[in-house]
Structures are given as C-alpha cells and as structure tokens.
C-alpha cells in the first residue's frame, strides 16, 4: 500500500544516512523515529542485532543497519538514532546514523535495484534514485527485516 497523490503518482520516504550514504524507507513502514535510545545487549544473539529497547513497554529488537547492509560498523559509543519499523509485522528499530527528511517521490523517478549477485534477492534494497550530486538508495523493511525472523524470535525470548 502506498500514499500516492492522484495527481503525480508518487510516494513518501523516510530518508537517512549510514556510511555518508543517503537511504530511505517507504513512510508506511515507518512507526516512530528515536532520537535517543537505550539499548540492552541481548547474549547470544547475531552480531546485526545490538540488542533490545524498552518502547512505552513494547520490547523491540534494534538491528545495526550498517550490518545489515554489509557497511563498517558505527562505534557503540555514537549516540543511537533508530527507525522503528513494521517488517512481516514485527516492530524493528534500525539504528541509522541520522535521519534527514521526508521526501516525496514519483513512482517513475524509481530504479529498480540491479542484480548484484546471489544476494539480490534477499539485500533490502528496493531500487534507487538518482538526482544531480546525490543517489538515494530506497530499502524495503520487510526484507530487511525477513532475513534476521530466526534471529529475533532469539532475541525476543531472551
């Protein structure tokens, strides 16, 4: 499901850095961006997932999204900025570095993502946008999310 305006078929994004590089996420999967976040280590768990938050008493499991995506870690002692969002119908945060703005885009400026070998499929990536000086790299949550359900079936029970 998309936000579109009938009159220029576009949808809205999330848009935030990792590694100096610009990404976004499709609003409708955005629940809340955290400013501040206190993070607790969960033992055991896989190196992406940082651990678990305390969100108005709902547990939501934070992925390193620089992890996930294959990027250099960021230091633990960085303060922590996450995008809380719902993939397969999980509440996830995933720690970006800072989030920018929200951004409508038309539907025909979209890319779709090129094949970049045996993990295309299961990457995150959607497609991209490309204007003068600046290239948006566009995720999909419910991928994102998908690959680690093992995982933070782990870290929700710990």
């Given at each position: ?24 996420l499709e609003i409708l999967k955005v629940q809340e961006v955290l400013a501040d976040t206190e993070i607790e280590s969960v033992p055991g768990a896989v190196p992406q997932i940082l651990g678990v ?106």
């Amino acid at each position: 499901m998309n936000i579109r305006r009938a009159q220029d078929d576009s949808t809205r994004w999330v848009t935030f850095e990792l590694a100096g590089q610009l990404y976004g996420l499709e609003i409708l999967k955005v629940q809340e961006v955290l400013a501040d976040t206190e993070i607790e280590s969960v033992p055991g768990a896989v190196p992406q997932i940082l651990g678990v938050a305390n969100l108005r008493g709902a547990i939501v499991t934070i992925l390193d999204l620089r992890l996930r995506l294959g990027l250099a870690p960021r230091p633990l002692a960085a303060p922590v900025c996450c995008v809380v969002v719902d993939g397969h119908g999980e509440s996830v945060g995933l720690r970006v570095d800072r989030v920018v703005d929200v951004r409508r885009i038309a539907e025909g400026a979209i890319k779709r993502a090129p094949a970049t070998g045996g993990e295309a499929a299961t990457s995150g990536v959607m497609g991209v946008v490309s204007r003068p000086g600046e290239l948006l790299t566009l995720l999909d949550a419910d991928l994102l999310v998908a690959v680690l359900a093992p995982a933070l079936n782990l870290a929700r029970a710990a």
